[in-house]
């Protein structure tokens, strides 16, 4: 599970181009949006086209959605739940 953390942490540095920002210093239950990482709707889509691209999961309902993409502990929850 952690290792999954640390893939995702890492994925969303990479693909998001967070240069000023480490693995560590994303809280697993912090909000990625708003007032927590900060991110927006060009980053949920770049977030998006990764878990389809690499775990081959698609996020079809935008209030699911919203759910999933609301912090690292509930992408992993998603991935981990679609792989059962």
């Known amino acids: 599970m952690k290792d999954l953390i640390l893939e995702l942490k890492g ?21 990625l949006f708003g007032e927590g990482l900060g991110l927006d709707s060009l980053d949920a889509l770049e977030i998006i086209i990764m878990l389809e691209e690499d775990y081959s999961l698609r996020l079809d309902d935008a209030e699911k959605a919203r759910e999933i993409l609301s912090s690292i ?9 679609a792989k059962k």
């Open 73 to 81: 502990n509930s992408l992993e929850s998603f991935i981990q739940d």
């Open 11 to 31: 994925k969303i540095i990479n693909d998001l181009g967070l240069e000023d920002i480490t693995p560590d210093e994303i809280e697993d239950d912090a909000p």
